[in-house]
């Protein structure tokens, strides 16, 4: 999950219409420091947030992990 959040993340940065990545492309043109840096803000929690969800998962989906 973390490389398809990483690789949506840089697809936007080059060549997305809207979206997180444009929005610190647009800011980052401008000088606008505080938008870029909420920006970064705004993709990191969303990627510890599928990191949550995706350990969540695992603890349902395969009980058995970590015990040997």
Do not use: H
């Not at 990545?21 to 938008?35: C, N, P, R, Y």
């Not at 350990?55 to 992990?65: D, G, H, N, Q, Y």
Request: charged letters at 20%.
């Amino acid at each position: 999950m973390g490389v398809c959040w990483g690789t949506v993340v840089a697809a936007e940065l080059v060549a997305a219409e809207k979206g997180a990545g444009k929005m610190i492309i647009a800011a980052s043109k401008f000088q606008q420091t505080d938008i870029v840096i909420m920006g970064i803000i705004l993709i990191g929690i969303i990627g510890y947030g599928i990191d949550i969800l995706m350990r969540m998962a695992e603890k349902t989906l395969v009980p058995w992990k970590g015990k040997s």
